[in-house]
């Protein structure tokens, strides 16, 4: 017997009963949306995380002061003298309000040398005005996008290269006054980043250490040679700073993150396959009502020779059609669906963006508390106000400007996959209702007229 | 077609126990006849005579319990379902008192239905299915779905699902039950002609005495057993 022609048997038997099979195919999108949903919003979220910690370079190690002393340049100098070390970037981090035309900014005060603040920005100091500092104790800003452009003054500029702007440092400075520092040049808009780049606040490490009243660093990022050199040197520096300093790699940060994601992921996927467990009871269940109801029909078609196989191949077909179905409309409800949780995720966090939630879900793992002085140090540390360049800790509002963006992923394999589990599930489901019509007996079936 | 044999359908000493609720019922016993090809024959009897139980032995969807039922010289009790399944889409045609067409095919799908388990091409299905019907005066009726059609219309379409594998045997189970006696008439008429023209052999089973006056040959059954046959 031709499949056309048992397709067309399922098909038109579909067909006739509009509302039911509209039903029983709503139940499958039900199902197939919400895993489609979920998953590609949390692949969505672990996608921007992941290229977030991966902007840092995979062999990137951080090593953060968990002393009051923090890292001299000898530290740093044997660092760069390790084995497989290629580079190290010191940085002295603090936070500070800036002032400039009539909006004050909450911005992170880096310290970096020039070389470093290019590696930081992935080899190239790209400026819209002005020109880069170089490596004196003068004290003269690089400044982020988002520093001279504040989201609180609609995009206006407020402050030029060669003009001053008033810094003041939260917690660090003796004086708790203002300095005046000349803005010598504006970074270009540098996006996303962990690291709230376009608003920071960049000079020199020299004049870092006066600004900030800092005589070392509290930072180190050391950058290996090779992926595979990565945990040994990290495990070597946590060898020779013992609990001064916290080690991070990367790949550690990513693993981190990497597990809570999959938890979410785990707990989500968990829902939806009871929503697609739920759709296979209720295509079981329509499919036996039709068996029951067409008892006639098969009777009649057994006795003018269909053979059982027939029969089930009639009914398997119908539950395929309505998973196929059911799949496609899900899937693209799904996206749907992942699109709104991303604005509704926005909504609820601000115009930020989904960005405080994931870097909500993201600081709460240990990894991020790298750095920061703590209250009552001797350098008078206000609480909070460390303000380590990789926290993007709560109180600072300004990192949430370059907040991390998501993007419902929907790699080719998730959408073939959910239509695949669509028509899997229903055939499954209606494996048993087409096994109980292929095997009505046609003097059973007719013997009830 | 078995022209050349005289009989295309014997029943041999066939007998069918029934257990009801632990009571054995006899339905059949020690039946035997024999109909020729070309035959237009009625079955007649009143309510649990065993004349259904004969039908459906006759057409391969219930098994004797002893004997045997050969058509077109084959035996067929011991065929197992998709071997039965296979026979009666070559060999057998059947005619319900309540149509069965299947409801979401149109007229002229439905009377293609038996050829789609065979190797019929789709062009070859439609052509004979569309001669078929408007043999039967439904030219006008192809496109239409059961719903559209009076009984008279869907008994015929049925007689056309039945007659298009060119079988030995058809099987009319009470075909005028639902229909007024004009249209009754003329499904009788087509059985009659069709039986001639195609030689091929039609069992009515009824209890209305008056249409198998146009019968070739008539049975009749009462508690089982073959009380006389009448031969017109």
């Known amino acids: 017997m031709d499949l056309k022609d048992i397709f067309w048997l399922s098909y038109n038997d579909l067909s006739q009963k509009k509302v039911r099979t509209a039903l029983t195919i709503l139940m499958v999108v039900i199902g197939i949306a919400a895993i489609v949903a979920l998953t590609s919003f949390t692949s969505g979220i672990s996608n921007s995380i992941t290229g977030e910690l991966e902007s840092l370079g995979p062999t990137s190690i951080i090593v953060g002061s968990s002393t009051q002393l923090g890292f001299t340049q000898g530290d740093v100098n044997e660092m760069e003298a390790l084995p497989n070390v290629t580079s190290v970037t010191a940085l002295i981090t603090g936070a500070g309000t800036f002032y400039a035309g009539n909006q004050n900014t909450s911005v992170t005060v880096v310290g970096i040398s020039s070389s470093g603040l290019a590696q930081l920005l992935g080899g190239n100091v790209t400026l819209i005005q002005g020109s880069a500092y170089t490596d004196t104790i003068a004290p003269e800003a690089v400044i982020g996008y988002d520093v001279a452009f504040p989201s609180s003054a609609a995009g206006q500029q407020t402050v030029t290269t060669g003009q001053s702007a008033a810094l003041k440092l939260s917690g660090a400075s003796r004086n708790a006054s203002e300095i005046t520092v000349p803005v010598i040049g504006i970074l270009a808009s540098h996006g996303t980043s962990l690291i709230p780049i376009d608003s920071a606040v960049f000079v020199s490490v020299q004049a870092a250490g006066v600004l900030l009243h800092k005589t070392s660093y509290n930072e180190m990022v050391v950058t290996a040679d090779n992926l595979s050199s990565v945990n040994a040197t990290a495990a070597l520096i946590t060898t020779i700073f013992g609990s001064s300093a916290r080690v991070l790699t990367t790949a550690q940060l990513l693993s981190t993150a990497s597990s809570i994601i999959g938890s979410i992921t785990l707990l989500l996927a968990v829902i939806a396959g009871i929503s697609l467990f739920v759709a296979a009871i209720g295509i079981m269940n329509i499919m036996l009502m039709s068996v029951m109801e067409r008892t006639h029909e098969i009777g009649v078609l057994k006795a003018i020779g269909f053979k059982n196989r027939h029969v089930m191949l009639v009914f398997m077909l119908q539950a395929l059609i309505i998973g196929f179905m059911g799949g496609v409309i899900g899937i693209a409800a799904g996206a749907g669906t992942a699109y709104g949780l991303v604005g509704l995720s926005s909504l609820a966090s601000g115009p930020s963006g989904v960005q405080g939630s994931s870097s909500a879900g993201v600081s709460s793992s240990p990894t991020f508390a790298a750095s920061g002085y703590r209250s009552g140090s001797r350098f008078e540390s206000a609480p909070g106000g460390g303000g380590a360049v990789f926290a993007g800790g709560p109180t600072s509002s300004s990192a949430s400007s370059s907040g991390i963006s998501i993007k419902p992923a929907f790699p080719i394999t998730t959408i073939l996959l959910a239509l695949l589990i669509a028509m899997g599930v229903s055939v499954v489901a209606g494996l048993y209702p087409a096994w109980r019509a292929s095997r009505m007996e046609p003097i059973d079936a007719l013997r009830e007229l | ?232």
């Open chain 2, 1 to 232: 077609m078995a022209t050349h044999q005289p009989y295309s359908v014997r029943v041999q000493n066939v007998s069918k126990v029934y257990k009801m609720g632990g009571i054995e019922v006899d339905a059949l016993k020690d039946v035997s006849i024999s109909l020729k090809s070309g035959e237009f024959d009625a079955i007649v009897g009143p309510s649990g005579s065993g004349k259904s139980t004969l039908m459906h032995i006759l057409g391969t969807i219930d098994k004797p319990t002893s004997g045997e039922v050969y058509i077109d010289g084959v035996a067929t009790s011991r065929m197992d379902g998709d071997e039965l399944a296979e026979f009666r889409n070559r060999k057998l045609g059947f005619v319900f008192q309540a149509y069965n067409l299947v409801t979401g095919l149109d007229a002229e799908k439905n009377v293609e239905l038996p050829l789609m388990t065979g190797n019929v091409s789709q062009g070859e299905r439609r052509k004979r299915a569309e001669a078929l019907l408007r043999h039967l005066g439904l030219g006008e009726r192809l496109g239409m779905r059961p719903n559209q059609l009076s009984g008279g219309e869907q008994q015929r379409v049925a007689i056309a699902r039945a007659l298009v594998n060119e079988p030995t045997l058809i099987l009319a189970d009470e075909p005028t039950g639902n229909l007024d006696t004009k249209s009754g008439d003329e499904v009788i008429k087509f059985f009659k002609a069709i039986s001639k023209e195609r030689n091929v052999t039609i069992v009515m089973v009824t209890h209305n005495l008056d249409i198998v006056k146009h019968c070739d040959r008539v049975i009749h059954i009462r508690d089982g057993r073959i009380e006389r046959e009448v031969v017109n």
